[in-house]
């Protein structure tokens, strides 16, 4: 029987497990510089903490979570998105308990059951920052500049922020009612999910990907229409500071997001320009209020964003943005025989202590393998040891770039090394 990995996952390995790692270590360093600080959390949860959060009738609960139960009978989910999981960490460990403002960063595996294609997997990568503790036009800018700071040191230019308020919850509740009555004129045109949406929350239909160019969505009431007058001050502002900070955006009345927990900011950084990604949304978020209340915590707003590791990968590889990830080796030992291979052990041994990369042949003792070995590396030097280099301590190292040989002692070779 041949064992092959799960239908929508990725094995990492390699040149793609360096490019991961590149892209995930590169995002964590810019997000540290804006003050966030990593959290991390279970990649299960209570089934609850997603229903709650995250809604009864998202796709996210009704089709896509990996939902069982555990030998004490509880509802188990593998975390489908970061957001909840990080709320209800805050609450549990009262990480409310001080005034100042909460930024943190998560990244890690997530888990949604949907149909397998570029760029969307049924496990895959997610980084995420989450903000808690004002409600302020500004902070919502700061996050979202982080966001676009991030695509910027990543090489990715030719990306789009597309932004747009759905309001506060009195904004939300004078819309849900348009759009109730609204729809309930075009029901036989809608999507059987749709309908589902209808009744339980009919500005998720907004976000059907089935009826999306559909006449009936796009003649829909716009929230524009609805908002209060401080929401519109609130978003504004936010728009004036993308101007001073000149970041570039397209404001699109029919951008929503998905989620229960979202009110006034929403945005998406997507691929622009005329290639094959155009239209390609890299990277989603917003503002919440409440989210940390249903948790039983007190009434504190938030703001975040998240994105996927693969998909930045994919980009990146299209555009060719990726510097040369070669794991570089500095010295290759060869050895010519069983004391000089013992030696070669310590020798490289006491080289990695000192921050270098050194790998050697394990099994022969003759040149030639050891030399396919230094070329399969490209390896800066070769160190060659025998018995004669052993009783001596003076030892043949080869500058492979410059096709020069010297006898060194170990301090010289080191210092070598150094330089």
């Known amino acids: 029987m041949s064992y092959q990995k799960v239908k929508g996952t990725l094995d990492f390995y390699g040149e793609s497990s360096r490019k991961i790692r590149y892209v995930e270590n590169k995002v964590r360093n810019i997000v ?11 990649i299960f949860e209570h089934t609850e903490v997603f229903v709650r959060s995250v809604g009864d009738s998202s796709d996210i609960v009704n089709k896509e979570m990996y939902t069982f139960t555990d030998k004490s009978d509880r509802s188990i989910t593998l975390r489908p998105e970061g957001t909840a999981a990080v709320a209800r960490c805050f609450v549990e460990n009262k990480l409310y308990s001080t005034p100042e403002v909460k930024k943190y960063f998560y990244c890690g595996p997530m888990f949604r059951y949907e149909r397998p294609q570029a760029g969307r997997y049924r496990q895959f990568n997610q980084f995420g920052i989450e903000v808690f503790g004002d409600s302020s036009p500004f902070l919502d800018t ?23 308020t759905i309001g506060d919850f009195k904004s939300r509740q004078d819309y849900a009612i348009a759009l109730h009555d609204y729809f309930e004129k075009h029901l036989d045109s809608l999507c059987s999910d749709c309908k589902n949406r209808y009744e339980k929350n009919p500005m998720r239909i907004l976000d059907c990907k089935v009826d999306r160019n559909s006449e009936v969505l796009l003649n829909a009431p716009k929230i524009k229409d609805f908002l209060t007058d401080e929401s519109k001050e609130y978003f504004n502002k936010i728009l004036k500071s993308l101007d001073v900070l000149k970041i570039p955006y397209e404001t ?23 290639s094959e990604l155009n239209g390609l949304a890299i990277c989603a978020g917003g503002k919440y209020a409440e989210l940390i209340k249903g948790f039983g915590g007190p009434d504190i707003p938030g703001v975040g964003y998240a994105f996927g590791l693969e998909r930045i990968v994919s980009v990146m590889e299209k555009n060719s943005l990726f510097p040369n990830l070669v794991n570089a080796v500095d010295v290759v030992i060869i050895s010519l025989d069983e004391d000089s291979k013992i030696e070669s052990l310590k020798i490289a041994n006491e080289l990695r202590d000192l921050g270098f990369n050194i790998d050697l042949d394990y099994k022969n003792f003759s040149f030639k ?50 330089n």
């Open 252 to 274: 699109d009345e029919s951008l929503v997001r998905g989620l229960d927990y979202y009110t006034d900011t929403v945005f998406e950084f997507v691929i622009s320009g005329n």
């Open 369 to 418: 393998p050891q030399f396919k070995l230094a070329d399969r590396d490209k390896c800066k030097y070769i160190m060659i040891i025998g018995e004669e280099e052993r009783k001596s301590g003076i030892y043949t190292i080869k500058d492979v770039l410059n096709k020069t040989e010297d006898k060194l002692s170990y301090d010289e070779i080191v210092k070598k090394l150094y």
């Open 142 to 164: 700061e996050v979202i500049v982080s966001a676009y700071r991030v695509f910027k040191a990543l090489g990715i230019e030719n990306i789009k922020l597309k932004i747009n």
């Open 32 to 42: 540290k510089n804006y003050g966030f600080e990593e959290i991390i959390t279970p």
